[in-house]
């Protein structure tokens, strides 16, 4: 799901970004807009998400978000109208909601009590693995066909990989086939240890710790989702070619293969604080690196840095939700968090392209980004030391 659903819709989506906004003969903020409804749409539907799907079978969820996925995507291929562009950016939103994070994470949370960060990096490392492959599908439909016949492949691949998955192999919890979660027999170190205590979302609804939590994972998406949806666009004015892009597309997500877990490993093994800490620095120094941008072996040293700090956005919020507020209510409050970093990330694209359209140029938007890097950092430390202090009082 995260592999071809997730990256498709939403790590790929940058490589159409040009060609949309020159054959539709609109802006690249207009075509970001299409990314907004989307983030909007999945901002509204998360909360709902947990309630869903205790009372409907997760496969018939999933495999509508799937097949939803997969024909908006082939009307992609048709598109002549900015109305048309919206109306699928809609169910992209829908299908994202019905078939990504939040019914993925709670397999995660129910199937993993030890190693869930490990876990969790291997799992949205989908993502990389997925966005090298499908790069190349992009790249070569692309030059061969023109990017109306790509969206309409992609449709198509989403059908017949993951709508088997969907509808045959997931299975929300290890009790429907007599399995018990792995580590269950453990208690692990987390801040919470992980039992069945934390907290409820209403004693902490307004606090510090959560507080500072949605505006640091919401910084997370915004920056990561803004470079990842106009870094395609920003490198062919920048003058390298389509299959220079893809390639460098192509390192970018084999490099989140490998960084994913390794940052899950880091969370299991420091804790939240130096885990946020780490990504958060690199992608400070990445955006230096990309600022310049005017060799080759510069924009691959920006690839393999972002590689590293931009997997905070999937990765951190369901391991800091855990690890801050425990299991007790954690379907609720990650819910939250994660209608936040959607928030976050869906007003990035078109503000990025808005700073485009007005400039001509990225480099504005690349500098907004440095400072609110370390900000979330920042936000991070103040969300696990107030996290401490409720656990203190309760004490």
């Not at 069945?196 to 997370?220: P, Q, R, W, Y």
């Not at 899950?264 to 992608?283: E, N, Q, S, Y």
């Not at 391991?319 to 928030?343: E, H, P």
Request: hydrophobic share 50%.
């Amino acid at each position: 799901m995260i592999s071809v659903n997730y990256t498709i819709i939403v790590n790929l989506a940058g490589l159409f970004i040009k060609p949309l906004s020159e054959s539709l003969n609109i802006t690249r903020s207009q075509v970001g807009i299409q990314l907004a409804i989307t983030g909007l749409i999945f901002v509204f539907l998360c909360p709902f998400m947990t309630k869903v799907i205790a009372k409907f079978s997760i496969n018939l969820i999933m495999s509508f978000g799937t097949s939803l996925a997969a024909f908006s995507l082939i009307g992609m291929g048709y598109t002549n109208s900015i109305y048309i562009l919206y109306t699928i950016g809609v169910m992209l939103g829908i299908s994202l909601a019905l078939s990504t994070f939040v019914p993925v994470n709670l397999m995660i949370r129910n199937w993993f009590e030890e190693k869930r960060g490990f876990v969790t990096g291997i799992v949205f490392a989908g993502s990389g693995a997925g966005g090298f492959v499908f790069t190349q599908v992009i790249i070569i439909s692309m030059e061969n066909y023109g990017y109306r016949m790509s969206y309409i492949i992609l449709g198509i691949c989403i059908l017949l990989i993951t709508l088997p998955f969907t509808l045959f192999i997931v299975k929300l919890k290890p009790e429907e086939i007599g399995q018990v979660a792995y580590g269950s027999n453990k208690v692990t170190n987390s801040l919470s240890n992980e039992t069945s205590d934390g907290f409820c979302f209403k004693e902490i609804k307004g606090h510090t710790s959560l507080n500072a939590l949605l505006l640091s994972v919401a910084l997370m998406s915004f920056i990561t989702l803004g470079i990842i949806s106009q870094l395609p666009a920003y490198l062919s004015d920048k003058g390298y070619t389509l299959q220079f892009i893809g390639i460098i597309n192509s390192i970018f997500m084999l490099s989140l293969t490998l960084t994913k877990p390794v940052l899950g490993i880091i969370f299991d093994k420091t804790g939240v604080f130096i885990g946020v800490l780490i990504g958060g620095l690199t992608i400070f120094a990445s955006l230096f690196l990309l600022n310049l941008a005017n060799s080759n072996i510069i924009v691959i040293g920006f690839v393999f840095l972002f590689s590293f700090g931009g997997c905070l956005a999937t990765i951190a919020p369901p391991f800091i939700t855990g690890s801050l507020f425990g299991k007790k209510d954690y379907s609720t409050i990650y819910g939250i968090v994660t209608l936040a970093s959607a928030l976050g990330g869906s007003f990035s694209s078109p503000l990025v392209g808005f700073i485009y359209d007005i400039t001509k140029n990225y480099t504005l938007a690349w500098i907004l980004f440095m400072p609110l890097s370390l900000f979330f950092i920042f936000l991070i430390w103040v969300s696990e030391s107030k996290a401490k202090s409720l656990y203190k009082v309760n004490t």
